[in-house]
């Protein structure tokens, strides 16, 4: 019993990782891309990102204050306040926000996504349009995991950007005096190795939220009981691998 | 199915228009921020501005790492680029310096690492006179190292010897503890009756006989003093006798002044009869042949003659003696007979 179970939850894991490979390739070749699929993109990426943009920024705005003032104070009393910019800018704009932007959007969207399909599943949509010889994956999965992939990115970016722009006035007040400062250990921290490591990490983050909700909802057939089983283990898939992209990122960037 | 039929179903969810316009507009947006950040991290590292390397040669690179400071002033002026070890086991740490900052780097500048006990290493460079000619690119300098953690075991060894030092001092029966007991009675005594004499002398008696003795010398200093004081009167009253006007030595003088007119007048006398000799003589010579009694007469008057010469020498002598011996007169040349 334990076996079986073991059993299906390692297939769940192959079909998504299948679908995945599929999917992003498919997203990636500008063949699929037709006026349909684009109007579907923009639509997904209108809800995804646009939608919770300010409450997003609020958000982010709030957390990063917070952490600012929290690591302003205890660098300060370690007397250690020469590095609290650049805590800053290794702990929250390259780990937290991005791990926040990500679960943001997968909480968002990724059970939006991942209800839709296993409902189109329900409904013996996709299996309809199998039968009439159209592809579902270019139909309609690859706008979704283009625009949620591009909404994480999006949001991550302009979220990381806000926290930037609100580090200087948290450390240097208003003074432009600090600005010399400030671009050094902006540089000192951004180097190229860790520009392509974020934008790797901010790729997977975007992949995993597009891309395992909709392989979840696939997992529904046509029993209506089966929708909430696919919504359920695709949100704890999802959570799990954002939490393993997080963990590899780090251990590249620190150990060894 | 038509294709109308996989759409969104209106008014599920409302899709307000200009949707395309907002999505570009967030897409461009994100676009830019994300290029404007990727050049300023690479204006923040230095890519758009010309650099210089130099060089650090160094016996340990422990505690450096590549992209930490090179500091001048406490001011960052170049970065660590490359740290490699050379083929005779030095470590050479490749530091790259940004045209404008390279103007604190002069051909004098001396580099040190210094690794503190908490916290990372830190690069330094010092610069004594800035009007020095640059230092060249791709110079190679070596880099002084201040360690406090080699320090530590010399530090530790040291303090352990004085610790025991102080342990073998202080420990009951030493000698710093037989000092402070000695000091202590030597103290006691200074605060008694007879204060650091008594300390001094060991005991209350011995002191008292001192003071006595102090005493009895004191009182002998005065009797002293009175002697003295009448000495010295009387020894102005001598004074006033000896050279008083009209006392013994201005008498003395006066004497001996009289003495010697007397005496010269003596002289002149005796010199005139010496004259008068003298003629009688030329007179008895010229009447020679008057006669045998002249001549006899004239022999007398040559042996007078003589007595006088040799008495005036004798009164010119004893003139000549009293001048000497006498101390007050002005004339102190001793003239030899």
Redesign the interface.
């Known amino acids: 019993m334990a076996l079986g179970a073991l059993g299906g939850r390692l297939a769940n894991w192959g079909r998504t990782l299948r679908f995945a490979s599929f999917a992003l390739a498919a997203t990636l070749s500008p063949s699929s891309y037709g006026p349909a699929t684009r109007a579907t993109a923009v639509r997904q990426i209108y809800f995804t990102a646009w939608q919770i943009l300010l409450p997003f920024l609020l958000f982010a705005a709030l957390a990063g204050a917070i952490v600012m003032e929290i690591t302003l104070k205890v660098a300060a009393q370690f007397g250690l306040a020469g590095y609290t910019l650049e805590l800053i800018l290794r702990v929250l704009v390259l780990e937290l926000i991005p791990l926040l932007t990500a679960l943001f959007v997968a909480l968002r969207s990724g059970g939006a996504i991942a209800t839709e399909v296993a409902l189109m599943q329900i409904a013996g949509d996709i299996a309809a349009m199998q039968a009439e010889g159209r592809d579902p994956l270019r139909r309609e999965f690859v706008p979704r995991v283009a625009a949620a992939a591009l909404s994480v990115l999006s949001l991550t970016v302009i979220g990381c950007a806000l926290t930037i722009a609100l580090a200087y006035p948290a450390i240097y007040g208003f003074s432009p005096w600090g600005f010399d400062e400030f671009t050094r250990t902006v540089g000192k921290v951004f180097g190229l190795a860790t520009l392509a490591g974020f934008s790797l990490k901010c790729a997977l983050f975007g992949a995993a939220v597009a891309v395992i909700p909709i392989s979840a909802g696939l997992e529904a057939d046509r029993r209506k009981k089966t929708a909430p089983l696919a919504v359920l283990g695709g949100m704890v898939r999802l959570f799990f691998v954002l939490g393993l992209i997080e963990v590899a990122s780090l251990a590249a960037r620190y150990i060894g | ?1 038509s ?1 109308q ?2 759409e ?1 179903e209106p008014g599920v ?1 409302p ?1 307000p228009r200009g ?2 316009v ?2 570009g507009m ?2 461009g ?2 676009i830019l ?2 290029i404007a ?2 050049a ?2 690479l ?4 890519v758009f501005e010309p650099e210089q390397r130099l060089f650090l040669v160094a016996d340990n690179a422990e505690g450096v790492r590549v ?1 930490m ?1 090179l500091t001048f002033a406490g001011f ?1 002026v170049g ?1 660590v680029r490359r740290i490699s070890l050379r083929q005779d086991g030095k470590v050479r740490i490749g530091v790259r310096v940004p045209q404008s900052e390279a103007r604190w780097l002069r051909s004098s500048s001396v580099f040190t690492l210094e690794v503190p006990l908490v916290g990372e290493a830190k690069l330094r460079a010092y610069t004594a006179n800035l009007e020095d000619p640059p230092l060249e690119n791709r110079a190679v300098r070596p880099v002084l190292r201040g360690d406090a953690n080699a320090e530590i075991p010399r530090m530790v060894a040291t303090l352990r010897q004085v610790l025991e030092n102080i342990d073998t001092a202080t420990e009951p029966g030493s000698n710093l503890q037989e000092s402070l007991k000695n000091a202590r009675i030597v103290s006691e005594r200074m605060a008694g009756r007879q204060g650091v004499l008594g300390a001094v002398l060991g005991s209350e008696e011995n002191a008292a006989k001192i003071l006595g003795t102090i005493d009895r010398a004191n009182r002998l200093l005065d009797s002293l003093g009175g002697v003295a004081l009448r000495l010295d009167r009387t020894l102005a009253k001598a004074d006033e006798r000896l050279f008083g006007r009209g006392q013994i030595m201005e008498e003395t003088h006066r004497a001996v002044g009289q003495a010697n007119a007397i005496l010269g007048e003596v002289r002149e006398r005796l010199r005139a009869v010496d004259a008068i000799l003298a003629n009688a003589q030329a007179a008895s010579a010229s009447a020679k042949t008057a006669g045998a009694n002249v001549a006899a007469a004239s022999t007398d008057l040559a042996a007078l003659r003589a007595e006088v010469e040799a008495s005036l020498r004798k009164v010119a002598a004893l003139i000549e003696e009293i001048n000497r011996k006498w101390p007050f007169e002005r004339q102190t040349e001793i003239r030899l007979p």
Do not use: N, S
């Open positions: 199915m294709e039929g996989y969104r969810t899709v949707l395309g907002r999505v967030l897409l947006f994100t921020i994300a950040f990727v300023y991290a204006y923040a590292r230095g992209g400071d960052p970065r």
